[in-house]
């Protein structure tokens, strides 16, 4: 192992984390308290999360708890606001202006899985349109398509997108076209957050993107984070690509640098 | 798994020497390993050569792929376990769904009495890729923890999705294991330790197909006392091969 927790100097950051139940299995652990004694066990200075409950069945009730949960743990804790592309356009914008005038809201989360919605439909424009104007990112599980992901990018192209799960179910072998769409897009990045880790995959990811291009996220509360840090503790990676992925690339990202300053300084 | 594999990953260990030396960076000091010739062509080519292979090897214990005999392709389920203890061999992997058959006691019921009787654990493998794949298996796992409650049955590469279930087998069923490639969940291993102790469940890598680091890295941050986390990295799976009975 090249890198130690304790040695990466830039503070740790997960770009892609939960709280919250989820219907289809247990999450043993699923609020803030415990998720930021995880946090400290594995030296993660921060992480970004969405709610579960906005993901799935209540996008405005989850939002919610999201800022209840940014309010109890401030510099800790950034969050996603969920945008449910089936919400009228004038209710999504107003919801947007005031949950993104929290201090600790960092982005957007768009989820076309769970909401059964192409990334293409008119509900995600008014959401698109606003993370452009005011360019914020936007992380995304589902994009529909690598030449959907192209022309999304490009028209709103002040937007950041970051495609969740992207660096992490590639298996480090095969063509991968989204791949290519980070790479060629500058407003483009994958997140490695993901259950499944190929043999060599990260390395191979770092050689074909380069390390500004990957932000790191575990999934936590879903999974823990341990297994998803030591994944790119144990890369072999450099020094400096560690810290990047761990952390700077997020904060350069998301936007989290004055945020994270001001809660070091309280 | 030691052997040439069909999709190779970048850098992945196939020799007993490449396998060594990833280990050695990992920190691993013992792996029980199958060939890929057994998983992938011929159990009985593959479990040959995996023993040539690791002759000499004290730190790679051999694991045999195993199918039912009833089609010829095997010894009967007597003589198998009498070779595999002949040879050393005291662990058995099935792959039910790759391998066309079914491990119900009436499909496979011969050979686990066999193994069984020997005490030679048998680690199960479903092929699973993702936790959110349907529950495969796990009924048949039940019907064979029922039918012979003295064989050590340890199911691999169950994710997070089991925990609704899971718990009802392992309480009923004293010999019943996970291994932990792929049990990742927030605080998953102190949760399964609090509720059924630390003997239930074995380490293990899914290596070279997957990310060794993970599971390690799972182990090291879960906040499990020294005991505890020993008996998952090591302990627990030599106790099982050190509780074979010789032939």
């Known amino acids: 192992m090249k890198s130690k927790p304790s040695e990466i100097e830039h503070p740790i950051v997960d770009s892609h984390a939960h709280l919250g139940a989820w219907g289809r299995f247990r999450i043993p652990y699923p609020d803030d308290e415990i998720m930021i004694q995880t946090l400290d066990r594995c030296g993660i200075a921060a992480a970004c999360v969405s709610h579960n409950l906005a993901l799935g069945v209540d996008w405005r009730a989850g939002n919610q708890r999201t800022l209840a949960a940014l309010d109890r743990n401030p510099g800790r804790l950034a969050g996603y606001f969920v945008v449910s592309p089936h919400a009228p356009a ?177 | ?67 039912p005999h009833h089609a010829g392709e095997m ?47 048998l680690l199960v493998d479903w092929g699973k890729r993702h936790w959110s794949e349907a529950l495969r298996g796990w009924p048949a796992i039940q019907q064979v923890c029922e039918a012979f409650p003295q064989l050590p049955v340890i199911v691999v590469r169950e994710g997070i999705a089991v925990d609704r279930f899971v718990g009802a087998l392992i309480a009923r069923h004293q010999k019943l294991f996970l291994e932990t490639s792929y049990y990742m969940g927030h605080r998953a291993l102190e949760t399964f330790v609090g509720r059924f102790g630390a003997e239930r469940l074995l380490f293990g890598t899914g290596m070279p197909l997957y990310d060794p680091s993970e599971p390690i890295g799972m182990l090291l941050t879960s906040g499990l006392n020294g005991d505890a986390a020993r008996s998952i990295a090591g302990g627990n799976l030599r106790r099982l091969l050190n509780a074979v009975r010789p032939s």
């Open chain 2, 1 to 67: 798994m030691i052997g040439p594999s069909r999709t190779p990953q970048p850098g992945a260990p196939e020799s007993v020497s490449d396998l060594l030396v990833e280990m050695d960076r990992l920190g691993i000091a013992e792996a029980l390993v199958y060939h890929s010739v057994a998983r992938w062509y011929s159990p009985t080519d593959g479990n040959a050569a995996l023993l040539q292979e690791l002759k000499g090897n004290p730190r790679l214990h051999p694991c045999w792929v195993v199918v």
């Open chain 1, 90 to 266: 004038a209710q999504i914008e107003s919801e947007l202006n005031h949950f993104l005038s929290h201090p600790g809201m960092c982005g957007l989360k768009f989820h076309t899985d769970l909401h059964a919605y192409p990334f293409s439909g008119p509900g995600y424009e008014p959401a698109l349109e606003y993370a452009h104007s005011h360019r914020l990112p936007i992380l995304t599980h589902g994009w529909e398509s690598p030449q959907t992901l192209e022309r999304t990018a490009s028209r709103f192209s002040e937007a950041r997108i970051i495609l969740a799960h992207a660096g992490a179910v590639w298996n480090g072998r095969d063509e991968d076209p989204n791949l290519r769409v980070a790479k060629e897009m500058p407003n483009v990045w994958v997140d490695i957050c993901g259950s499944v880790a190929y043999f060599g995959a990260l390395p191979r990811l770092v050689d074909l993107l380069g390390p500004k291009k990957i932000l790191w996220g575990t999934d936590c509360t879903w999974f823990d984070p341990g297994p998803a840090l030591m994944r790119v503790l144990a890369a072999g990676l450099s020094h400096a690509e560690t810290s990047m992925i761990l952390g700077e690339n997020a904060v350069a990202v998301l936007g989290l640098a004055a945020w994270l300053q001001r809660a070091a300084s309280e």
């Open chain 2, 75 to 121: 010894p009967s389920p007597a003589d198998l376990v009498k070779q595999m203890l002949d040879a050393g061999v005291r662990a058995a992997r099935v792959f039910p769904e790759e391998h066309f058959f079914f491990l119900e006691p009436w499909c496979f019921g011969e050979t686990l009495a066999a193994l069984a009787e020997a005490r030679i654990p």
